[in-house]
């Protein structure tokens, strides 16, 4: 049997070895994907991640809000979780110790993450039901931990960013794993059941 370490070093290389123009075309849709699903026009807290290793460029959905004037939030490691600092631009940015930027460290402005409504998370893999396989350090599945006690109404919606050679038939999940309510891949929207309505 496939090893999860095994799956994220072999999509890892197909991701990292796609085309730049099939990147930026899949991004796009993907995009478009998200945008007309209604999300980003909710008067929501909304983050998402500065893309890494060949992940989907998030850029369109961030230049979106910033034309409606919206602030969008990003990730940053703050001890061994994640918290979110809004993102105005490359310039107020630093590289964290994996050289990923994210924003100056300031306790007056940094959302926890129950206080965001919705997260546009990377990933390696997944599968139709919303199972997730990152980078193997942990840090959104420690940051969401409690969304696995709580109602799958609760907040905030998890929607994972994937190209489509990422879907895998099934992941075998964790007891610590927190499944995502949607994947957006540039073929359409993954609705996970029981999790997202149809209707968002």
Not at 172 to 192: F, H, K, M, N
Request: net charge neutral.
């Amino acid at each position: 049997m496939i090893t999860p370490a095994e799956i994220r070093t072999r999509l890892r290389e197909w991701r990292r070895a796609q085309a730049p123009i099939d990147v930026h075309r899949n991004s796009l849709r993907i995009a478009g994907h998200c945008i007309g699903s209604g999300w980003l026009d909710a008067d929501a807290r909304i983050a998402a991640y500065l893309p890494n290793d060949g992940e989907v460029d998030t850029a369109t959905l961030f230049g979106y809000l910033r034309e409606r004037g919206r602030i969008a939030y990003i990730p940053m490691l703050r001890q061994r979780m994640l918290w979110f600092g809004p993102y105005t631009g490359p310039a107020a940015l630093h590289p964290n110790r994996y050289g990923i930027p994210e924003p100056v460290i300031d306790d007056s402005t940094i959302a926890d993450a129950r206080e965001l409504d919705l997260v546009f998370v990377p990933l390696v893999a997944f599968d139709p039901r919303g199972h997730r396989l990152g980078m193997g350090g942990g840090y959104y599945d420690r940051t969401f931990a409690f969304r696995l006690d709580e109602p799958a109404t609760m907040r905030p919606r998890l929607i994972g960013l994937a190209f489509e050679g990422q879907k895998l038939e099934r992941l075998d999940a964790q007891p610590w794993d927190v499944p995502l309510d949607a994947i957006v891949t540039e073929a359409g929207i993954y609705r996970c059941p029981g999790r997202l309505s149809a209707s968002r």
